[in-house]
């Protein structure tokens, strides 16, 4: 009955990780493949009217030029702190 129950945990665990992944896959990865740039993504959080060092500005602290993985811990950590 143990060994049933930890099955399920660790099915489900890695189902959450993997469902996890897709979904930052499709918000933070698509865009760049389509040629998008930090840059470019900052550039719609700022809005039309900044120059270029506002974008620069916002995607360093946005945190669009971390590697990916920090992006990825960054946003699940988001899911749980809020």
Same mark, same amino acid.
């Given at each position: 009955? $143990?060994?049933? +129950?930890?099955?399920?945990? =660790?099915? #489900? +665990?890695? %189902? =959450?990780?993997?469902?996890?992944? $897709? %979904?930052?896959? $499709?918000?933070?990865? +698509? ?6 740039s930090a840059e470019s =993504? #900052? ?5 039309? %009217?900044a120059n270029e060092e !506002? *974008? ?5 602290? =946005?945190g669009f030029n971390d590697?990916?993985?920090? !992006? ?5 950590? &988001?899911?749980? *702190? &809020?």
């Open positions: 009955m $143990i060994a049933y +129950i930890l099955r399920r945990v =660790l099915g #489900a +665990i890695v %189902t =959450l990780f993997v469902v996890s992944v $897709i %979904t930052f896959g $499709i918000f933070f990865l +698509i865009p760049r493949w389509a040629g998008g =993504l #900052a550039s719609r959080y700022v809005g039309r %009217t !506002q *974008v620069r500005v916002a995607a360093e602290k =946005l590697p990916l993985w920090e !992006q990825y811990g960054r946003w699940v950590k &988001g899911i749980f *702190v &809020g």
